[in-house]
Structure formats: structure tokens, C-alpha cells
């Protein structure tokens, strides 16, 4: 997938699960989480869904504060170019 | 093991204050009323109960078990009382042997502020709101050290409700008034990342996000032992108990104080019977 493939791909997976979400939200750099796009109880289910896109899977332990901040970030940090 | 005058541990993880150690809890408190008072926080006093309910309307049972401590009573049936009274209602070693029980419905209160989400249940506010709040919180735990790891202790709580920004405003507010403080009592002391004691925290998707969206700071004395924190939940209590600002759920924040933790701050700082500092 193309860089903006995953970053579409991620912005679909966030409104499926968010009806709430504005038309034109999240951008790249809105900050999902500090605007309730992504809540606790779907971090799992973004993270199995990540790993569907990259094909790889992920070590939880290696989460990092700040990699699901916003789209770009996720994508800087699992799909590295 | 800390030692001082006015401190008598005992063998059940809890510590009675009296003399000059409890007349400095008593300063202590004091300071963090006058620290909430800086916004106006409007102070309430909860009983030490608190329905279970309460507690499972924010999942605290599933993430917590382990601290969890329940006031048990006798079932009332008086053939119930008469097995209790006819056996030995409390043997040797100190263990109870109660006959059968009555249904449990609380829960011995683990942190301060959950009163202050239920007391304002389904309420909805156009501004920011500020609460304060001290109670004698439990938390079971595998062993216990005096003034720093109890099984019983008070916490004192300052808590916001506002919005994201209200809410992110009133936790660096409070994070500089206590660097103040701190300073000017001279502690060793450093704010550092921490997240919550979860039980199984690979399978908590609370722990999960805590690790990718860090929401809790810790004040550490001498990098071993946390007296405050702050913690930012986001609209994590607006939700769970319907608390809305301006038609969206409430954001909201709090900075908790652990007045034992404090005392053994300045027992290791200043001996045990000080002179303390002025605060």
C-alpha cells in the first residue's frame, strides 16, 4: 500500500467506528485521541487492524507514548517507508 | 521502618497519628484546601462507603481486583447470629469465622474522587467546574510499610470538570503550584510518567491505551516514592456517568495528594521530629 492507501485506510477504519466523526475529520494531524476518535475500549481492535495493513504483526510491549496521536503518527511508526 | 514520634503501626497495614505527626497531616491538608481554594474548588465530604455500583459503572472491578476491600455483615437471620455467637466468632490468630453473610453491596472507598463523578450524575454544566475532596481510601495490597504503603490512608483530591482544555489548563496549573510548594519546602522530588495498577494489564485495553496516550504523572520522592499525581481522563468519567459541559460529555482531571506519603516524605527528609518546614 501506498502512503496515503494506509492513511485513507485509517481514516475509513476511524469514521466505520466513529459515526460521530465530522465529514471532513480526522485529518493527517488531528489528534484522535485528544478528540475522543479513538477511546480505550478500540485501541486493540486499531491495533489488529494495523497489523492487517502492514501484514506484520506488533509487540504491544513496544507501544510508545505518542505513536497513535494522530494518522500521521501511526503511520510514521508501523509503515515505515 | 519508619519510626516517629505520634506514628503506632499496626499489624494490619494501617497506622494510627496522633502529637506532632498528626498536627503536620492536619498542616499538610490544610495547604491542598488552600491550593484547590485557587480555583474556587467547592469542597465535599463523602462517606467512606461507595456503592459497588458506582465503582462497575467505570469497569474499576475489572481493572483493579486486587485493591478491592468490601464491608461484609452478618446475614440478619437470627439463626444466622446464633451460629455466629455459638461457634468462635474469632479464633486465636485474630480470623473471623462469620456465619453466612449478607449480600455485599459497597465497597470501601479506593480513591476520593469517584464520589464526586457519582454525586454529580447526569448533571450538565456551561462552565468549568472545581471540586475538592478528603477520604480515608483502602487498598488491599501484598505487604504494607507505614506511612508509605497502607492499607488504609487518606487522600485529598482536587478535581476538574470542564472541557479538553479546562481540563489540560488545571492539571499544568496544578503541576506548577506544587512545584512551588515543593521547592519552597525543599523535597527531592520529580514528576515522572506512571500508569495504573491493572490487574492482567496485557488484557486491559485501559493499560493499553495508557502506554500510547500517557494521562498520569507521578510526584516521586527520591524516585521511589509517588506523594501525588495527576491523572487526566479524558471523557472517560463524563461518559460513564453522563456528566456533560456545553451538550458533549465532561472532560475531567485530578490531582490527588497521599497525606501519609507526604508525612514519610518529611520524616526521611527532615527526621521524625523534624523541625518541618513552614508551608
Known amino acids: 500500500m501506498t ?25 493527517d494531524d488531528t489528534p484522535i485521541i485528544d478528540r475522543r476518535y479513538l477511546t480505550s475500549l478500540q485501541v486493540a481492535d486499531l491495533l489488529l487492524f494495523v497489523e492487517e495493513l502492514r501484514q506484520a504483526p506488533l509487540d504491544p510491549s513496544g507501544l510508545r507514548p505518542g505513536t497513535f496521536r494522530t494518522i500521521d503518527a501511526i503511520h510514521d511508526a508501523f509503515f515505515p517507508s | 521502618m519508619i519510626e516517629a514520634p505520634g506514628l503506632r503501626w499496626k499489624a494490619n497495614g494501617q497506622a494510627a497519628l496522633s502529637g506532632p505527626l498528626l498536627a503536620l497531616a492536619h498542616r499538610l491538608d490544610d495547604r491542598f484546601v488552600a491550593l484547590a481554594a485557587g480555583w474556587q474548588a467547592e469542597d465535599h465530604r463523602f462517606p467512606t462507603f461507595l456503592a459497588a455500583s458506582v465503582l462497575e459503572q467505570n469497569d474499576w472491578f475489572r481493572s483493579f481486583p486486587q485493591h478491592a476491600t468490601f464491608p461484609a455483615c452478618l446475614d440478619p437471620a437470627e439463626a444466622n447470629l446464633a451460629t455466629f455467637t455459638d461457634g468462635q466468632p474469632v479464633d486465636g490468630s485474630g480470623q473471623v469465622h462469620p456465619s453466612a453473610l449478607a449480600p455485599i453491596r459497597d465497597v470501601l472507598t479506593p480513591a476520593a474522587c469517584y464520589h464526586l463523578y457519582d454525586h454529580h450524575q447526569g448533571l450538565a454544566f456551561d462552565r468549568p467546574r472545581y471540586f475538592t475532596t478528603s477520604n480515608t481510601c483502602f487498598r488491599r495490597e501484598e505487604r504494607y510499610v507505614p506511612l508509605e504503603r497502607q492499607w488504609s490512608f487518606t487522600m485529598r483530591e482536587i478535581v476538574c ?46 493499560y493499553l491505551m ?20 495527576t491523572n487526566l481522563h479524558h471523557d472517560h468519567f463524563g461518559r460513564a456517568f453522563s456528566i456533560q459541559r456545553d451538550g458533549e460529555p465532561v472532560r475531567t482531571a485530578c490531582i490527588a495528594f497521599g497525606i501519609e506519603r507526604w508525612l514519610a516524605a518529611f520524616i526521611h527528609r527532615y527526621g521524625p521530629t523534624g523541625p518541618f518546614p513552614q508551608l
Request: proline share 11%.
Open chain 1, 3 to 27: 502512503p496515503p492507501e494506509v492513511r485513507d485506510a485509517l481514516r475509513s477504519w476511524i469514521r466505520a467506528h466513529n459515526p460521530e466523526v465530522p465529514e471532513d475529520e480526522p485529518a
Open chain 2, 161 to 206: 470538570m470542564g472541557t479538553a482544555e479546562e481540563a489540560g489548563a488545571f492539571l499544568a496549573d496544578a503541576t506548577a503550584e506544587v512545584d512551588r510548594l515543593t521547592t519552597a519546602i525543599d523535597l527531592p522530588l520529580s514528576w515522572a510518567l506512571a500508569s495504573d495498577p491493572f490487574f492482567r494489564p496485557s488484557k486491559n485495553p485501559q
Open chain 2, 210 to 229: 495508557q502506554q500510547i496516550d500517557p494521562t498520569k504523572y507521578e510526584l516521586m520522592f527520591e524516585d521511589r516514592l509517588a506523594i501525588a499525581s
